[in-house]
């Protein structure tokens, strides 16, 4: 029996496996070691399964994280590799983000088939997805537009795109490069109406907290810069963080010892959102986030969540 160095959890979509691949050869090239002493192990999350409704819907958080965070805690794998966008605010005890890659492209693209941007779409047109920041970002640029739910890994969206289920979608720019799958994208949207997800186009591995034989090998492949950006956005979660049917956006740049962070919250139906862009030192990535959330929260009429 071959002995693995380090077992690695990851889901079963493409997307999923490219990113296992990546952090796999990351591994290997900074030990000097054979991928094959990565062992990739597929689990089938809650999320993988729900295929008919959204997972706003389906009413809980974490979803494309459970079962692999069971398995981490369980021991039959070392670390887990996720999108960060999926990654929940609050893990579960004894668990742990310790590693994040280089992030990719952070923007989210403009797929359609019918129309050359959003704003040439023909009124009434319809965007597909199931993501309610997005759908929040497309009515607060077109009101006139009518969005309904898209689900299925993005391979399946874009078939039904092609099939005509929808005029439009929104996918993220990082996850179609890393498909290999740019050649899709009709536009790119611009950050300042369509602020990204907090860890958008960032990989985000998961440990045990305790586990520093694994967290030692992972330091390596490490991204210093992605790190205190997903900090900084994390924290901002924490902070506002109630439901999952509240559409959130944000996104920490760092520019040498500088970190700027904006963050927004928005109305499912695009008509209110409140913004806070903050800067400082990248030292104090965490604060800033909480800074920043603490502002919105404070600003937040009552019952703007909805629950
Ligand atoms: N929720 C699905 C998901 N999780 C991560 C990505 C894209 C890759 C990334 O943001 O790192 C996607 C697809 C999408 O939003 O188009």
Redesign the pocket.
Known sequence: MTQHLLRLGTRGSP?ALRQAEEVQARLAAAHGIDPSAVAIEVIRTTGDRIQDRTLAEAGGKGL?TKEIEEALIAGTIDFAVH????VPTFLPDGLQLSTYLPR?DVRDAFVSPRAASLATLPPGAVVGTA?LRRQAQVLRARPDLRVVPLRGN?QTRLRKLEDGAVDAT???L???N?LKRADVVTALLPLDQFL??I?????AIETRANDSRTIDLLSRINDPDTEAALTCERAFLTVLDGSCRTPIAGLATIDGNRIEFTGEVLREDGSEHLAEKLSGNRQDAEAIGREAGARIKQRLPANFFKT
């Open positions: 997307l494309f999108s960060s966008k999926d990719e993501s993005v929104l996918l993220a990082a996850g179609l890393r990204p997800a860890g958008q186009g960032a990989i």
